[in-house]
């Protein structure tokens, strides 16, 4: 069974970085694209990006700029970062697997959730 | 970035009604929609994929419909337990798109 556990530091100030790991265990990282959602307090879910296990990474460009998604293949760990981080970017944050063939395509699983606030 | 839409934003019905909640993309993404349910407090779950197909588990009153830009998500008999938010899903192109959500509540 697949099962994605993350963690990570809950409360920031404004312009400290962001950073989150998710722990992949039961599954093979290949033919995935490891993925980093958000939702902020009463909004809609928002993509932050992904990444293939190949190395090959897509960004939201709302995001672009400040955030790198890395995927440590020996470990099977997920990590986001993101820099200069102000309180619109308090969220819950993600982590999740997609699985896009002929056919099909679903996120699936999840993480668990990670609030994170930016507070002065 | 495709805009997806969805109406309502909220909804109260009671139980065994027939609730029907509708997304529609901002362009044309051919039948790479999904729709996901969020329970309070909790992540995400995948209930249908493609437009119209029912991830394994998903009880058979869930269903999807709809192609091009329109997209449909009908409870036919709402349950206790269908208390949640749903979310329609792009995938057709980056970036992955969300709907803003619509609250089901039960009367």
């Known amino acids: 069974q697949v099962q994605l556990q993350q963690w990570g530091a809950g409360l920031l100030k404004p312009l400290e970085t962001l950073s989150l790991t998710c722990a992949v265990h039961g599954a093979s990282l290949s033919g995935y694209q490891w993925t980093w959602i958000r939702q902020p307090p009463g909004k809609r879910l928002e993509w932050i990006g992904e990444?293939?296990?190949?190395?090959?990474?897509n960004y939201n460009p709302s995001l672009k700029s400040r955030v790198t998604i890395s995927l440590d293949t020996s470990r099977y760990h997920l990590s986001l970062k993101l820099r200069s981080v102000t309180a619109a970017d308090t969220a819950v944050y993600y982590c999740?697997?997609?699985?896009?063939?002929?056919?099909?395509?679903?996120?699936?699983?999840w993480g668990q959730g990670t609030l994170v606030t930016v507070s002065s | 970035d495709i805009q997806m839409t969805q109406s309502p934003s909220s909804l109260s019905a009671s139980v065994g009604d027939r609730v029907t909640i509708t997304c529609r993309a901002s362009q044309d993404i051919r039948n790479d929609v999904g729709w996901y349910q969020q329970k309070p407090g909790k992540a995400p779950e995948r209930l249908i994929y493609v437009v119209s197909s029912l991830q394994s588990g998903v009880p058979s009153r869930f269903s999807g419909s709809g192609s091009g830009t329109e997209f449909t998500l009908t409870i036919s008999s709402l349950q206790p337990e269908d208390l949640a938010t749903y979310y329609c899903?792009?995938?057709?192109?980056?970036?992955?798109?969300f709907g803003q959500g619509t609250k089901v509540e039960i009367k």
């Open positions: 990444i293939s296990h190949i190395g090959s990474i």
């Open positions: 899903l792009q995938h057709n192109s980056y970036p992955r798109t």
């Open positions: 999740a697997r997609f699985s896009l063939s002929v056919g099909f395509s679903w996120f699936h699983p």
